[in-house]
């Protein structure tokens, strides 16, 4: 079986090829039974669309893919707590469980509304939160420059 250090390792690679792309580098994949399933970055300025998110197009192409609306088994593993949105859809989808790497106190769900998610989804911090957090503070040195 991978492990959290492998999955999260992937959505790390994710965040990065969205920091190539000028997104905010975010990146998720969700896996089942140690497969991945769908794996994603932040795609908001390529779509124009402010929910294309890394977790919400990982959970739409998961759920397209199974054809269900489900998700009990799944892990999301992402690269950043995700924001109430996030939440909100992996509530909605019944997110087995959820693994960020590091926490959002602006913006993340846990600010705001922490019992959001769904009551069976299991939420804890995995690795690569230092990683993680020096991507995003690049790129935003790099925008404010």
Not at 40 to 54: I, S
Request: neutral net charge; charged residues 25%; proline residues 6%.
């Amino acid at each position: 079986m991978k492990s959290d250090e492998y999955f999260m390792g992937l959505a790390l690679r994710q965040a990065e090829a969205a920091f190539e792309a000028n997104e905010v580098p975010i990146g998720a994949v969700l896996v089942i039974d140690g497969k991945v399933i769908a794996q994603d970055h932040n795609r908001v300025e390529e779509l124009q669309d402010p929910t294309a998110h890394a977790e919400i197009l990982c959970i739409t192409a998961a759920t397209s893919a199974l054809r269900s609306k489900y998700l009990r088994h799944a892990t999301l593993y992402v690269t950043l707590e995700p924001c109430p949105m996030c939440a909100s859809a992996a509530a909605w989808s019944q997110l087995g469980e959820i693994v960020y790497a590091a926490r959002d106190p602006e913006r993340g769900f846990l600010r705001y509304a922490p019992s959001l998610l769904h009551p069976r989804t299991v939420l804890r911090q995995g690795p690569y939160a230092e990683e993680a957090l020096r991507l995003l503070k690049a790129f935003f040195h790099m925008r404010r420059t």
